[in-house]
């Protein structure tokens, strides 16, 4: 016979962690998440000169977010080879503060996502980055990256109409960041601050125009073309752009941080509770069957 003194606190801990798991989580909106990224297949090789010069570039950007929404930068070497182009674009409404924390964090999954590649980009909901060997600064691109359109609405809501305001209301206004919103219907529009401002114009009735062909009468959409976005929500549901101040953002960065470490830890506690419940149940074996 061995004793289950394993398991009761096991389950205890099985059911924490799993009650723990499934509140809510408070960071889905947050500036920080991961929207997309993208790397160039070409890649250069460890120790050269364009790496010491991409480094210099990734560096010279974050700390230039610490006091600017956008910027960019053109770093060279010897040759014409080790030439590399950056840049960055914060959605207008962050603060300084959560501007340079959501480039340091795009960074850094640049890092991950495109190792030794030759150019990449990340966009975040409140940030984006790309670098390339190639310039593509001041370049308008129109490209659709990433296309997301929410279930339909049925037709006879309101929603419809209050969409279309909010989406003429960002096509009319001015300026590289634009923000609107009608009844329940909240949107946000920013383009990269290289274009100008016909260039941005154009890429955002652009997106604004294939939001309305393809996403039709969904509840929400985005819209992510390359050098510019627009991202429409409904009733708060799948909500961003204006409403976040940086306090709350920082807070629920704060909330999913400690959610980590205390479910990490008890992973840790339910691993080493089932490894001395495994030994000692080894143990009573062995010395059972000594008898
Ligand atoms: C970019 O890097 C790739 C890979 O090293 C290279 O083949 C290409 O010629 C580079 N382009 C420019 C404009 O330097």
Sequence with gaps: MYRAYGFPPLFLLLTLFLS?????????????????????QLTYSPGSAYESNLNSLLTS??????????NKLTFSGSTQQDVVYGLYQCQGDLSMPDCSNCIQRAVSQLGILCPSSTGGAVQLQGCFIKYDNTSFLGVEDKTVVVKKCGPPVSYESDLISQRDAVLNGLASGGGLYRVGGSGEVQGVAQCVGDLSANECQDCLSS?????????????????FLGKCYVRYSTGGDHSHGSNGSSSSSSQQNQTSKTLAIIIGMLALVALIIIFVSFISRAIERRNSGGK
């Design 61 to 70: 950007l974050v700390n230039s977010a610490t006091y600017s929404s956008f």
């Design 207 to 223: 997106a604004i125009g294939r939001l309305r062909s393809e996403c039709g009468a969904a509840a929400y959409g985005d819209m």
């Design 20 to 40: 723990l798991s499934s509140l809510p989580n408070p960071s889905t909106a947050d500036t920080n998440s991961f929207i997309y990224g993208g790397c160039s």
